[in-house]
């Protein structure tokens, strides 16, 4: 885990040379929020906006090796760069451009994980909005964790407020009841 986040270390110092608003967002952002797990890449949020991404996929194109072909028509087309560290490890660079992920950008805040190596982090709050709009089994677990470990500590109406116009968008008008569930099982057992 020192190497990820040593590599986390280098990838900031790189965004913030360019002046780039960025926060990591999954596995190391769990480390500080959630139930950590087994991570061995790295998951950012870039905020490019929904106009002239394609000098930031050349820029980072330039300083590190894409993981499939045509990554730059790719990363163009899903709006997320897949690229690798020069000793192999995963990079994902999500190109923001919507509302929820300028505030998530903006919301975001350091974390020291150890000496010399503080990492600028989402909130708790849009993690969990993140995950639970992803929707996969592992995500859910970790929606499970953060809310577990925060407890209290969360802002559950900026979370609705910021969930609700992206499941709309996705059509999964599921995800909010099934948040919801989770979080009375949760406190339900906390009581």
């Not at 560290?85 to 300028?102: C, H, M, N, R, T």
């Not at 008008?173 to 406190?187: C, G, Q, T, Y």
């Given at each position: 885990?020192i190497?990820?986040?040593k590599?986390?270390?280098?990838?900031?110092?790189?965004?913030e040379e360019k002046?780039?608003?960025f926060?990591f967002?999954?596995?190391?952002?769990?480390?500080?929020?959630?139930?950590?797990?087994?991570?061995?890449?790295?998951d950012?949020?870039?905020?490019?906006g929904?106009?002239?991404e394609?000098?930031?996929?050349?820029?980072l194109?330039?300083?590190?090796?894409?993981?499939v072909?045509a990554?730059?028509?790719?990363?163009?087309?899903?709006?997320?760069?897949i690229l690798?560290?020069s000793?192999?490890?995963?990079?994902?660079?999500?190109?923001?451009?919507?509302?929820?992920?300028?505030?998530a950008?903006?919301r975001?805040?350091?974390?020291?994980?150890q000496d010399g190596?503080?990492l600028?982090?989402?909130?708790?709050?849009d993690?969990?909005?993140?995950?639970?709009?992803?929707?996969r089994?592992?995500?859910w677990?970790?929606v499970?964790?953060?809310?577990?470990?925060?407890?209290?500590?969360?802002?559950?109406s900026y979370?609705?407020k910021?969930l609700?116009?992206?499941?709309?968008?996705?059509?999964?008008?599921?995800?909010?009841p099934?948040?919801?569930?989770?979080?009375?099982?949760?406190e339900?057992l906390?009581?």
């Amino acid at each position: 885990m020192i190497e990820l986040l040593k590599l986390g270390v280098e990838i900031q110092t790189f965004f913030e040379e360019k002046k780039w608003g960025f926060c990591f967002i999954g596995g190391i952002s769990l480390l500080r929020w959630g139930e950590p797990r087994f991570t061995t890449d790295i998951d950012i949020t870039l905020f490019t906006g929904f106009e002239g991404e394609e000098t930031y996929v050349d820029i980072l194109l330039d300083r590190f090796e894409p993981r499939v072909g045509a990554m730059r028509e790719f990363a163009l087309t899903n709006r997320v760069v897949i690229l690798k560290s020069s000793k192999g490890y995963p990079i994902d660079v999500a190109l923001g451009g919507l509302p929820f992920e300028q505030m998530a950008v903006e919301r975001s805040s350091f974390c020291e994980y150890q000496d010399g190596i503080s990492l600028r982090t989402c909130s708790a709050e849009d993690l969990i909005v993140m995950k639970a709009f992803a929707e996969r089994g592992k995500d859910w677990l970790d929606v499970e964790g953060i809310i577990i470990r925060q407890g209290s500590k969360l802002d559950w109406s900026y979370i609705k407020k910021q969930l609700a116009p992206l499941c709309e968008l996705k059509e999964s008008p599921d995800i909010l009841p099934r948040l919801d569930a989770l979080r009375s099982r949760i406190e339900t057992l906390d009581t």
